[in-house]
T-cell receptor, first 116, second 109 residues
Framework: NAGVMQNPRHLVRRRGQEARLRCSPM?????VYWYRQLPEEGLKFMVY????????ESGMPKERFSAEFPKEGPSILRIQQVVRGDSAAYFC??????????????FGPGTRLTVL | QKEVEQNSGPLSVPEGAIASLNCTYS??????FFWYRQYSGKSPELIMS????GDKEDGRFTAQLNKASQYVSLLIRDSQPSDSATYLC?????????FGTGTRLTIIP
């Protein structure tokens, strides 16, 4: 049973370029969450999605960041015009659809973004 | 006041001893509580979840929850060098997890 998959594992971008991070949830999971971990800081929630719906994007920066989870394919976190402050580890987590209140979230290996 | 607070450590414990990790949270309506282990450069790994007041045991790990005191703890018995990691306390509210900054644990052989 494959876990949460993320790619790429490492991504290097120059300032002003776009970063596109992908996440495939665990089999049977339809809830996807994105978190960001800045160097020497804690994990911060960014966005919660279900298929074709953004449920909670309260942690997303207002500009340059967007997320989607299409009917087919992985969830995508997109960062436009990256700046050095975007350098961080971006983690995706997924949870199953039943017992909503108590659902455990399982994390993928993360994408480490470096902005030069 | 931070929403989820942990002592950042580092916490050093001799091999074979009990490691005790603590966490407090501010949101009284929180219902679900989790402990994750994160090795350096790796992703968080879920090791315990607890939803009701009291103790929950799983192997060498025991999670304790006291909702009245807004307090969660994790005990690791018979600590092993492989337990050396950062332990993250997470509280679930409105589907999203709020994490503490983590406690760095070192097991001394």
């Amino acid at each position: 049973n494959a876990g949460v998959m993320q790619n790429p594992r490492h991504l290097v971008r120059r300032r002003g370029q776009e970063a596109r991070l992908r996440c495939s949830p665990m089999k049977g999971h339809s809830h996807v969450y994105w978190y960001r971990q800045l160097p020497e800081e804690g994990l911060k929630f960014m966005v919660y999605l279900q298929k074709e719906n953004i449920i909670d994007e309260s942690g997303m920066p207002k500009e340059r960041f967007s997320a989607e989870f299409p009917k087919e394919g992985p969830s995508i976190l997109r960062i436009q015009q990256v700046v050095r402050g975007d350098s961080a580890a971006y983690f995706c987590a997924s949870s199953p659809t039943d017992r909503l209140t108590y659902n455990e979230q399982f994390f993928g290996p993360g994408t480490r973004l470096t902005v030069l | 006041q931070k929403e989820v607070e942990q002592n950042s450590g580092p916490l050093s414990v001799p091999e074979g001893a009990i490691a005790s990790l603590n966490c407090t949270y501010s949101d009284r309506v929180s219902q679900s509580f989790f402990w994750y282990r994160q090795y350096s450069g790796k992703s968080p790994e879920l090791i315990m979840s607890i939803y009701s007041n009291g103790d929950k045991e799983d192997g060498r790990f025991t999670a304790q929850l006291n909702k009245a005191s807004q307090y969660v703890s994790l005990l690791i018995r018979d600590s092993q060098p492989s337990d050396s990691a950062t332990y993250l306390c997470a509280v679930k509210g409105n589907e999203k997890l709020t994490f503490g900054t983590g406690t760095r644990l070192t097991i001394i052989p």
